[in-house]
């Protein structure tokens, strides 16, 4: 079986895009990073750097999901890009 490199148009800054969503999510739901980070098991200051670093220092999947479970938001709504 022949193989052969696709092409895909990945987005490279979906990460920021993820980072942007969950501090636009959590402003509108109302809470502090402090009270986000205490409803999913992390310190504060990892809210504030994913926050405020546009996502460089990174998140798992897990965190996402416990995430949109406090903030009520479906999981692909992170995902999505706004002008």
Request: aromatic share 16%; charged share 35%; proline share 1%.
């Amino acid at each position: 079986m022949a193989r052969f490199k696709r092409d895909f148009d990945f987005d490279d800054k979906i990460i920021e895009t993820i980072s942007y969503n969950v501090r636009k999510y959590r402003k509108l739901v109302g809470i502090t990073q402090e009270q986000l980070a205490l409803d999913i098991g992390v310190y504060p200051e990892f809210i504030r750097k994913f926050e405020s670093t546009r996502g460089s220092e990174g998140l798992s999947l897990y965190s996402l999901y416990k995430i949109s479970i406090v903030l009520g938001v479906r999981i692909d709504k992170f995902f999505e890009y706004e002008d």
